[in-house]
């Protein structure tokens, strides 16, 4: 097919884009101020549900949970599965915003949290609400089926394989390709992608040391895990600085360091929760390996009177691009877009269950980013070497900007679609 004839049918599909704006604004803002954690997405669920209805799509809820499933049917050729994820997190929003979350719930747990859409969930579901309606009122521009799905769960590693283990390749057309994209740090208005791997594999890890518990004043009767764990920490950080080849990527976090009640109390135990970030299969085994020897060798070294606990929490694939599906999509992005908009990026450490869909279907998928900044303050952050200080995904201030962030991921979307689906 022509590049420039999928372009054509894009701008055609694309007409309608500036009309049905405001619902979109609209619908971003009611979702962004009604967050819900992972699994819990009932409220987006049907809104997303509902949306797709009135589109003139067969839609299926319930799947995985709360997933919700869009099939238009619109003749012979392609099928193509679009994916937004709709969780939001345990962040208390901090952006400012007059539409901005003021929502706590329980948690998994039971525990009462406060929920922000602080990775851009909302912007996903708002994006192929719109992409799925503009298709389907220009359906004359293209030949196909066209899946929507909104998927539950990506922050806990759990969405997507919910979705197939309740039946999603059985119950629904297996798609020539799967597409998805999130909205990261970047210049608003601008795509980005590369062929190969995209996002990080990662693996999150909960550790409790034991010791024996005493009054703060007689350490000597005790054995003391603030110390057995703070030297676990510390110790962690060789891993990548010492383990890890140069040539290699690997990120180690320690995010969660927990123990005692009290100043003069000494704990019995204490929690520590990790997450790794790597790009290859041996990087990743000899990391974890590496956690598992340092935490044992710390306790032993501390006498602890027990083996310390590690429990997996959750895993996430490596994110691999199709060389040839990616190389499609760029030249469809570049045929429409102006080429200052599409840019080539490296893989990103963030990590995804998005690779769990082509993978489990065996067809290639797609994976690109979506700049959500404002693009004068991205190119100031950047000449003064600042853009580490542009608050990032999970962060309590992160926002993207509405315009052109809203209209850049529909239209990224239509155009990635209609790479498989435009007629010639």
């Not at 010492?242 to 990120?251: G, Y």
């Amino acid at each position: 097919m022509a590049e420039n004839a999928s372009a054509q049918n894009a701008s055609v599909v694309l007409e309608n884009l500036a009309k049905l704006q405001p619902d979109l604004e609209a619908l971003y803002k009611d979702v962004h101020s009604h967050p819900e954690l992972s699994m819990q997405e009932n409220r987006t669920a049907r809104i997303a549900a509902e949306m797709l209805r009135q589109a003139g799509y067969e839609v299926t809820t319930g799947v995985g949970k709360t997933g919700v499933v869009g099939l238009l049917r619109n003749g012979d050729g392609p099928t193509v599965m679009l994916r937004a994820d709709m969780d939001a997190l345990p962040i208390a929003e901090n952006t400012g915003l007059s539409y901005a979350s003021k929502v706590s719930t329980a948690d998994a747990e039971g525990n009462t949290v406060p929920v922000g859409h602080m990775c851009g969930h909302d912007m996903h579901v708002t994006w192929l609400v719109g992409a799925a309606t503009l298709l389907s009122q220009k359906r004359e521009a293209w030949n196909g089926t066209l899946l929507a799905v909104f998927q539950p769960g990506e922050e806990t590693a759990q969405g997507a394989q919910a979705m197939i283990d309740d039946g999603l390749l059985k119950r629904f057309p297996q798609p020539d390709v799967v597409l998805g994209q999130h909205v990261m740090v970047g210049p608003s208005g601008s795509v980005a992608g590369s062929a190969g791997p995209i996002t990080s594999a990662a693996d999150s890890l909960q550790i409790r040391l034991f010791g024996r518990g005493a009054h703060g004043s007689m350490p000597q009767a005790s054995i003391d895990p603030v110390v057995m764990a703070a030297s676990v920490v510390l110790r962690l950080q060789t891993i990548v600085s010492r383990e890890v080849a140069a040539t290699d990527a690997a990120v180690v976090t320690v995010g969660v360091l927990q123990a005692g009640t009290k100043e003069n109390v000494i704990p019995d135990e204490a929690l520590i929760k990790l997450n790794v970030r790597t790009f290859d299969a041996g990087v990743r085994k000899h990391v974890l390996a590496a956690i598992e020897r340092i935490v044992n060798a710390e306790a032993q070294a501390s006498g602890a009177p027990r083996k310390p606990e590690i429990t997996p929490l959750d895993r996430y694939p490596l994110n691999v691009n199709d060389e040839t599906a990616s190389n499609r999509i760029a030249a469809a992005f570049r045929s429409y877009f102006s080429p200052e908009r599409v840019k080539h990026t490296g893989p990103a450490p963030a990590s995804e269950d998005f690779g769990c869909f082509g993978t489990a279907w065996q067809v290639p998928s797609v994976f690109w980013f979506v700049g959500g900044n404002d693009p004068q303050a991205y190119a100031k952050a950047k000449a003064a070497g600042k853009l580490n200080d542009l608050p990032v995904n999970h962060s309590p201030k992160f926002a993207p900007v509405l315009h052109p962030t809203l209209e850049t991921g529909v239209e990224a979307l239509v155009v990635g679609a209609l790479a498989w689906l435009a007629r010639d």
